[in-house]
Each structure stands twice: as structure tokens, then as C-alpha cells.
């Protein structure tokens, strides 16, 4: 009698545990799905019309708007504790895809790289940072802020170092560009100089896919 009753709290318990735990992966999949809906119906039209409808940060408010002397090397999330040393990348041949075999650029990747051919803060032009997600670097993935990117709103900070200044920015759109559009001149208008100073992060999304690639645009802060 007491083995029958040990072995049917032990079919409840597995039963029970059964079912959390297939309904936190439900769960789990709901909230992914529709993060996914929220990034692609938050894509703006077009940089130009997104930065256009921003208000401009007053000029020379913050010792952090004069010019920087050097390249970002530094960028972090204060709310989140979370922080990437930057690498300088640079355009690369390669192949495409296209049965025409035309040779065309491509950027090197760096768990956290930023685009030598884009701005410097203070300067007026797109400062562009991509990595990883995750992290080659199983060190750096714990304080990477790329696992963070999908979720940021509008409002939240960021700071990158450049030589002995740092300048804060705030997210103004996050949204999601599916991969089969990552090559499409549209896609590629996000990481272009563009005109007003403003900061461009790009990651892949969901972690260990490349189904979406996330676009962070943050402005200066006031």
C-alpha cells in the first residue's frame, strides 16, 4: 500500500514538472513571436524620414557634443551593466551570391566592431557598431550589449567612449530587418553616413540565428 501510494505522488510530481516545464517552452515561444511582430512592425520608413522626425539635440550642451580626437573605443549600456570593447572593421571583397559571380563589399565582423568608414561622435555623421550574438567569446557574451538590443525602447541610454570623452545617446527606434533583406539597398541605407549625428547598432536575432538582423538608431542626448 505504501509503495502504491510512493509510486503515485512520484506520477503526479513527473506529470506536474511535465507540464511546467512544457509550458514555460510555450510560453517561451509566444514571447519570442511576438517580440518578432513588435521589431518588424516598429521599422521606420527610411533613416532619412526616421531622423527627420527626431528633435535635434541642443548643439554644445555637453562637453561630450565637441568632436572627438579618436576613433569609439568603449560602449555600454549604463542601465544594464552591460559593455563591449570596440574593434575597428573595414569592408572586405567578397562574392556574392548572384549568378552574374560580380565581386561586392562585405564588413569584417568583430564580436563588437565599429565601422571605420562611419563616424566619430561630435562629428555629425552615422556612427556605425555591429556584433556577434552571441559573442565568439564566451567571456565576453555575459556583458555583451548585444543580448540586449531586441529589447531596448525608446528612452534608453547608451554611452561610447572616444579617446578621453564619453557621449550619451538615447535610443529613438528598435526594429528588425529579415535576413533575406539584409543585401537590399533599403537595408543598407541604415548603416550609410548619413546626414545628422546619430548611432547605429546591428546585431542577428534570435541568438545563434541570423533570421533578423536588429537595428538600434539612438540620437544624442540633450
Not at 576613433?71 to 572586405?92: C, H, K, M, Q, Y
Not at 530587418?177 to 548619413?194: F, L, Q, V, Y
Amino acid at each position: 500500500m505504501k509503495l502504491r501510494r510512493l509510486w503515485r505522488i512520484v506520477l503526479v510530481g513527473g506529470l506536474l514538472l511535465f507540464a511546467g516545464g512544457a509550458g514555460m517552452r510555450v510560453y517561451a515561444a509566444v514571447t519570442l513571436r511576438l517580440t518578432e511582430q513588435h521589431l518588424i512592425s516598429s521599422r521606420p520608413a527610411s533613416p532619412s524620414s526616421l531622423i527627420a522626425s527626431l528633435p535635434r539635440a541642443n548643439e554644445g550642451s555637453e562637453v561630450g557634443n565637441l568632436p572627438a580626437e579618436a576613433a569609439p573605443s568603449r560602449i555600454e549600456l549604463p542601465d544594464f551593466g552591460l559593455w563591449n570593447n570596440l574593434e575597428a572593421v573595414d569592408e572586405t571583397a567578397a562574392k556574392t551570391l548572384s549568378n552574374s559571380g560580380t565581386v561586392g563589399l562585405d564588413w569584417d565582423v568583430s564580436d563588437a566592431g565599429w565601422h571605420i568608414q562611419s563616424g566619430w561622435p561630435g562629428w555629425g555623421r552615422n556612427i556605425v557598431v555591429a556584433g556577434h550574438s552571441p559573442s565568439l567569446d564566451p567571456h565576453t557574451w555575459p556583458h555583451s550589449i548585444f543580448r540586449q538590443l531586441a529589447y531596448l525602447t525608446p528612452g534608453n541610454r547608451i554611452k561610447v567612449t572616444a579617446g578621453s570623452r564619453i557621449y550619451g545617446y538615447v535610443v529613438a527606434a528598435v526594429f528588425a530587418i529579415p535576413a533575406r533583406e539584409a543585401a537590399t539597398p533599403e537595408a543598407a541605407a541604415w548603416i550609410a553616413s548619413g546626414s545628422g549625428e546619430h548611432l547605429t547598432l546591428v546585431t542577428c536575432w534570435p541568438p545563434n540565428t541570423a533570421a533578423y538582423r536588429i537595428v538600434v538608431v539612438a540620437v544624442p542626448e540633450k
